[in-house]
């Protein structure tokens, strides 16, 4: 299900917690599987589940509390912006438009050709660089005029 070199980094999560708590290593296993797969399909939370001892249910209720997680098929690249309100007020909203335009979707949509998916999310913790977004949950851009979301659209083709 997952590789060999999944499970390594998963096993190494693992190992900052008590034995009889690993299953603590939820978060980091199901992002190393997303990571690999680009989604979370079930059979793989099932896999993840039985890998670290927990309850299926258990690990579901994770994987769709946090919106890291993608539970279905998408883009190859996400971009989630923050429409918090502060953001909103401080160019949130205009960044999030500008991309719909460009990219022709509306937020949890994806592109015809599968590059993008776009989401909206909530406060990312730097209101004081607004606009912010963020690309496949790993990279934070600020400040983010027209001229840099065309940019960064350019760099993910």
Known sequence: MLSTEALQRIDREVAKFPAEQKQSAVIA??????DENGWLATETMDFVAQYLGMPPIAVYEVASFYNMYKLEP???HKLTVCTNL?????G?????????HRL????????????VTLKQGECMGACGDAPVLLVNNKRMCSRMSHEKLDQLLAELK
């Open 29 to 34: 296993a199901l992002a190393i599987a997303q």
């Open 74 to 76: 998408g883009g190859r």
């Open 86 to 90: 502060p953001c909103a007020l401080s």
């Open 92 to 100: 949130g909203a205009d960044a999030a438009e500008h991309l719909k």
């Open 104 to 115: 022709g979707v509306g937020f949890n949509e994806t592109t015809a050709d599968g590059r």
